[in-house]
């Protein structure tokens, strides 16, 4: 059975940075891409950021780019996201997700397995 299991969110400051880690269990993720979406309270899960299975290439959403950075330990079988100069409509709930299908890694319906989600919340 897949598992993935997101960490590291938490109540932070405007400003404040955060690491969120994706441990990947059941499956070993070493041809996989990964990527990370969130949620607002209200709002559609949107696309945050995704890496190719050997990191070679990154992708991420417009709202983010220049402040996050995606990254994997295959030998750890875990993903990252580096959160830094965080803004409070930065809050949501983070979730990692591994693309299962070929097509556009913005797009939630391409990936098969996710995580339960870990909460980052950015206090003004």
């Known amino acids: 059975q897949v598992q993935l299991v997101e960490s590291g969110g938490g109540l932070v400051q405007a400003g404040d940075s955060l690491r969120l880690s994706c441990a990947v269990s059941g499956r070993t993720i070493t041809q996989d891409s990964m990527g990370w979406f969130r949620q607002a309270p209200g709002k559609e899960r949107a696309f945050v950021a995704a890496?190719?299975?050997?990191?070679?290439?990154?992708y991420y959403a417009d709202s983010v780019k220049g402040r996050f950075t995606i990254s994997r330990d295959n030998a750890k079988n875990t993903v990252f996201l580096q959160m830094n100069s965080l803004k409070p409509e930065d809050t949501a709930v983070y979730y990692c997700a591994r693309r299962g299908y070929g097509g556009r890694y913005d797009l939630s319906n391409q990936y098969d397995y996710w995580g339960q989600g870990t909460q980052v919340t950015v206090s003004s």
């Open positions: 890496i190719s299975w050997n990191a070679g290439s990154t």
